[in-house]
């Protein structure tokens, strides 16, 4: 039985606590033994997209301390592990860059460790839906991530039906979201547009970041199906 | 003085601009995307860069090479170490050689240099020959994208611009426009005292000027005036002529998705004794303007950019706000991490927010720039790093003044296990009174940003963390599995 530490990021434990919830679920179903070392809080992927390594940084060596004790560190984020494999070699130095590589090359996002390295697709989840998946650019293009994702909706019985263009950004961006909502606003319409005209019943991503900046704009304009984390709707479908 | 925000606000309640921003890059995203696929134009790209990166580790080397082989192939090779020196350079060889007017091809170093109204304000006419500048100078206004300078106009507003020119109203049918810029063109290409181009290449072993173009103009303007200014900026130069099909290859490829442009103009001097064409002088002005001083700092790579474009077209910031929103020569990806390296501006330092991190753009780089990551680097440098001529250099120099103390201090309290729990716990509490058990509110203080535009989502009830111990006192906390 595989040991998992989950990573499961401070927006997911503070603004969509199901998110953590359908990943352990799933982890479970898929046959790991999943511990939450308490002591974890952020990866510190503001601090760095805001120009402030040093921030950064103290995050980071915080997170390496936790995390390396375990084989396999698993998040229910893109965005926060290619936080950690792309620039917590690059951020630490020292004694500290061996650990960080240690902890980096271990640490792997959620449908990713799934598929990729535990080679499991069905994790007996029954899903109904018709759902599009938005590709979020750091599991896409730091992680090299695209099918994974899909192929564990599609083992479930889900419709994966594809937009125009799931490859763009959806404009989340971390604090770009919030330093110009002028251009951030405009781009999650796009998205969202796009996502409509695939007449999916759900939208769906790896990253809480894209989710509740899409779902937030979907509330606001009214354009676009509910987007929901795809550990969320793969876990729904465990229900007996 | 705007700002970015504005000027990005401005443009997307542009519905013209709106209209051609989304045929222009719906149909170069597609073009990439094709591109993209094909397993030979990925070796090309390894190659090119290489290539790229090889030369601009040796900048000053492969200068020196060039400008040698120049010289001995009869050209006056100048070295220009600021824009102004290179304006002073190309105004003085003006006015000794009684230059009336000026036909120029496609030149993103001129428009750095500021060069048209500084040969304006000696009484030469300019003529921009490029059919996109054409369009842009006679709106007077600048170009909106390096490969295609007025991407953002309409055909009704090319029309006008035309008709005005013509005197009388012309048809708007894009076929009868080229022409009638055709005509006008002709004259001045064969009535210019003086042509000025760019350069997308030099190689420094033969000293081979190579311009690559669609419509044939560059060719006119380097050969047809009785004098020839090439403008090359430094890291144009590349080791040898052996080089140029890959980069050339490269280049058009990404800018495009074409094989290789209509126009591949190669020139070695200036007209030669049994030459039937060419100009009887040609000279390089080869233009630094900051560009050295990146040599062998972590914005070096930044110089192997070939200017094709594929960074603006696949960005989606690029998308949204077009080129103009930027107020810079270079606008896009590759203007986000150059403009504040080059222009000394410090109103350009906000440029570096202009973009998701989305990583589109490093993708699309033929030439292998890591343009994400710089703009990450260069939101840090600009943050703490003082702006003066040795800026940016390749050793760390002290801090200016502690503005990270905010995230200093917070990374402090979230590497704390007590800190992150007592912080969070009370952000919780205070949104969740504010959110009045809604799951989504119009607003919340802190968030005013995310809140212009969209739902902000509150706190739940119970924190993760709170859960997972909930279980580990009862596992059957969760229902079903556990």
Same mark, same amino acid.
């Given at each position: 039985? %595989?040991?998992?530490?989950?990573?499961?990021?401070?927006?997911?434990?503070?603004?969509?606590?199901?998110?953590?919830?359908?990943?352990?679920?799933?982890?479970?179903?898929?046959?790991?033994?999943?511990?939450?070392?308490?002591?974890?809080?952020?990866?510190?992927?503001?601090?760095?997209?805001?120009?402030?390594?040093?921030?950064?940084?103290? $995050?980071?060596?915080?997170?390496?301390?936790?995390?390396?004790?375990?084989?396999?560190?698993?998040?229910?984020?893109?965005?926060?592990?290619?936080?950690?494999?792309?620039?917590?070699?690059? *951020? *630490?130095?020292?004694?500290?860059?061996?650990?960080?590589?240690?902890?980096?090359?271990?640490?792997?996002?959620?449908?990713?460790? $799934?598929?990729d390295v535990l080679g499991c697709t069905d994790l007996g989840a029954r899903v109904q839906s018709r759902v599009t998946v938005h590709d979020a650019c750091h599991a896409l293009r730091v992680l090299g991530l695209k099918s994974a994702p899909r192929r564990l909706l599609e083992a479930a019985g889900a419709e994966v039906v594809e937009m125009s263009e799931p490859e763009i950004c959806c404009g989340f961006g971390g604090t770009f979201a919030?330093?110009?909502?002028?251009?951030?606003?405009?781009?999650?319409?796009?998205?969202?547009?796009?996502?409509?005209?695939?007449?999916?019943?759900?939208?769906?991503?790896?990253?809480?970041?894209?989710?509740?900046?899409?779902?937030?704009?979907? #509330?606001?304009?009214?354009?676009?199906?509910?987007?929901?984390?795809?550990?969320?709707?793969?876990?729904?479908?465990?229900?007996? | 003085?705007?700002?970015?925000?504005?000027?990005?606000?401005?443009?997307?309640?542009?519905?013209?601009?709106?209209?051609?921003?989304?045929?222009?890059?719906?149909?170069?995203?597609?073009?990439?995307?094709?591109?993209?696929?094909?397993?030979?134009?990925?070796?090309?790209?390894?190659?090119?860069?290489?290539?790229?990166?090889?030369?601009?580790?040796?900048?000053?080397?492969?200068?020196?090479?060039?400008?040698?082989?120049?010289?001995?192939?009869?050209?006056?090779?100048?070295?220009?170490?600021?824009?102004?020196?290179?304006?002073?350079?190309?105004?003085?060889?003006?006015?000794? &050689?009684?230059?009336?007017?000026?036909?120029?091809?496609?030149?993103?170093? =001129?428009?750095?240099?500021? $060069?048209?109204?500084?040969?304006?304000?000696?009484?030469?006419?300019?003529?921009?020959?490029?059919?996109? &500048?054409?369009?842009?100078?006679?709106?007077?206004?600048?170009?909106?994208?390096?490969?295609?300078?007025?991407?953002?106009?309409?055909?009704?507003?090319?029309?006008?611009?035309?008709?005005?020119?013509?005197?009388?109203?012309?048809? &708007?049918?894009?076929?009868?426009?080229?022409?009638?810029?055709?005509?006008?063109?002709?004259?001045?290409f064969l009535t210019a005292g003086m042509g000025i181009t760019g350069a997308n290449f030099v190689a420094a072993d033969t000293g081979t000027i190579v311009l690559v173009t669609n419509e044939g103009n560059g060719r006119m303007c380097s050969s047809l005036p009785r004098i020839h200014v090439a403008v090359v900026p430094v890291e144009k130069v590349?080791?040898?002529?052996?080089?140029?099909? =890959?980069?050339?290859?490269?280049?058009?490829?990404?800018?495009?998705?074409?094989?290789?442009?209509?126009?591949?103009?190669?020139?070695?001097?200036?007209?030669?004794?049994?030459?039937?064409?060419?100009?009887?002088?040609?000279?390089?002005?080869?233009?630094?303007?900051?560009?050295?001083?990146?040599?062998?700092?972590?914005?070096?790579?930044?110089?192997?950019?070939?200017?094709?474009?594929?960074? *603006?077209?696949?960005?989606?910031?690029?998308?949204?706000?077009?080129?103009?929103?930027?107020?810079?020569?270079?606008?896009?990806?590759?203007?986000?991490?150059?403009? %504040?390296?080059?222009?000394?501006?410090?109103?350009?330092?906000?440029?570096?927010?202009?973009?998701?991190?989305?990583?589109?753009?490093? &993708?699309?780089?033929?030439?292998?720039?890591?343009?994400?990551?710089?703009?990450?680097?260069?939101?840090?440098?600009? #943050?703490?790093?003082?702006?003066?001529?040795?800026?940016?250099?390749?050793?760390?120099?002290?801090?200016?003044?502690?503005?990270?103390?905010?995230?200093?201090?917070?990374?402090?309290?979230?590497?704390?296990?007590?800190?992150?729990?007592?912080?969070?716990?009370?952000?919780?509490?205070?949104?969740?009174?504010?959110?009045?058990?809604?799951?989504?509110?119009?607003?919340?203080?802190?968030?005013?940003?995310?809140?212009?535009?969209?739902?902000?989502?509150?706190?739940?009830?119970?924190?993760?963390?709170?859960?997972?111990?909930?279980?580990?006192?009862?596992?059957?906390?969760?229902?079903?599995?556990?």
């Amino acid at each position: 039985m %595989p040991d998992v530490a989950l990573f499961v990021t401070c927006m997911v434990d503070n603004l969509t606590p199901n998110v953590g919830v359908a990943t352990v679920k799933l982890l479970e179903a898929a046959g790991c033994s999943v511990t939450f070392p308490e002591a974890q809080s952020c990866c510190g992927q503001p601090a760095v997209n805001s120009g402030e390594p040093e921030a950064a940084s103290a $995050l980071a060596r915080h997170f390496v301390e936790v995390f390396e004790p375990f084989d396999a560190v698993v998040s229910p984020s893109g965005s926060c592990a290619a936080m950690v494999r792309h620039w917590y070699p690059q *951020l *630490l130095d020292g004694a500290w860059k061996p650990r960080a590589d240690a902890v980096a090359a271990r640490t792997h996002e959620l449908s990713s460790y $799934l598929v990729d390295v535990l080679g499991c697709t069905d994790l007996g989840a029954r899903v109904q839906s018709r759902v599009t998946v938005h590709d979020a650019c750091h599991a896409l293009r730091v992680l090299g991530l695209k099918s994974a994702p899909r192929r564990l909706l599609e083992a479930a019985g889900a419709e994966v039906v594809e937009m125009s263009e799931p490859e763009i950004c959806c404009g989340f961006g971390g604090t770009f979201a919030e330093k110009h909502p002028e251009i951030s606003g405009p781009m999650a319409d796009d998205k969202l547009a796009q996502a409509a005209a695939t007449d999916a019943d759900v939208l769906t991503a790896g990253d809480t970041g894209c989710l509740l900046h899409l779902e937030g704009r979907r #509330r606001r304009s009214g354009v676009g199906p509910p987007a929901v984390h795809f550990a969320e709707i793969l876990a729904r479908g465990l229900e007996p | 003085m705007t700002r970015l925000s504005d000027r990005a606000s401005a443009a997307i309640a542009d519905e013209n601009l709106q209209t051609s921003l989304r045929t222009l890059t719906s149909g170069l995203r597609s073009i990439a995307r094709h591109v993209g696929q094909d397993p030979a134009v990925a070796d090309r790209r390894a190659a090119a860069t290489h290539i790229r990166q090889e030369t601009v580790a040796d900048l000053d080397h492969w200068v020196d090479e060039a400008a040698q082989s120049l010289t001995a192939t009869g050209c006056t090779v100048h070295h220009a170490a600021t824009r102004d020196d290179a304006v002073r350079i190309i105004r003085g060889l003006a006015l000794q &050689e009684q230059v009336r007017l000026v036909v120029k091809g496609k030149s993103m170093a =001129t428009e750095e240099m500021h $060069l048209n109204p500084a040969l304006e304000a000696d009484g030469i006419e300019v003529v921009e020959t490029d059919l996109g &500048e054409y369009i842009v100078q006679l709106a007077h206004e600048p170009p909106s994208h390096i490969v295609g300078p007025a991407l953002h106009k309409r055909l009704p507003e090319i029309t006008e611009l035309f008709s005005q020119v013509a005197g009388r109203q012309l048809a &708007e049918d894009p076929q009868a426009l080229c022409t009638f810029a055709r005509v006008e063109l002709r004259d001045k290409f064969l009535t210019a005292g003086m042509g000025i181009t760019g350069a997308n290449f030099v190689a420094a072993d033969t000293g081979t000027i190579v311009l690559v173009t669609n419509e044939g103009n560059g060719r006119m303007c380097s050969s047809l005036p009785r004098i020839h200014v090439a403008v090359v900026p430094v890291e144009k130069v590349v080791p040898r002529l052996a080089d140029i099909p =890959t980069l050339v290859g490269a280049l058009v490829n990404a800018a495009t998705g074409q094989p290789l442009t209509t126009y591949v103009s190669m020139i070695t001097g200036p007209r030669r004794a049994d030459d039937v064409d060419g100009p009887e002088e040609l000279h390089v002005v080869f233009l630094d303007h900051g560009r050295r001083r990146l040599v062998g700092t972590k914005y070096q790579p930044m110089l192997a950019c070939v200017r094709c474009g594929a960074c *603006l077209n696949a960005c989606p910031v690029y998308a949204k706000i077009g080129g103009h929103a930027y107020d810079s020569v270079y606008s896009g990806p590759m203007g986000v991490v150059l403009t %504040p390296l080059l222009s000394g501006r410090p109103e350009d330092d906000e440029l570096v927010e202009a973009s998701s991190l989305c990583g589109a753009c490093t &993708e699309a780089c033929p030439v292998g720039i890591p343009l994400a990551d710089l703009i990450v680097h260069l939101r840090a440098d600009l #943050r703490t790093r003082p702006r003066d001529a040795s800026w940016p250099q390749s050793t760390p120099v002290p801090r200016r003044r502690p503005r990270g103390w905010r995230w200093n201090g917070w990374a402090r309290v979230w590497s704390s296990p007590v800190g992150y729990r007592l912080s969070t716990a009370a952000a919780r509490r205070g949104a969740r009174t504010l959110g009045r058990g809604r799951p989504w509110v119009r607003r919340l203080p802190g968030a005013k940003g995310w809140a212009a535009q969209r739902d902000v989502p509150v706190p739940a009830a119970r924190s993760f963390r709170s859960q997972w111990r909930a279980r580990q006192r009862d596992p059957r906390a969760w229902g079903g599995l556990g």
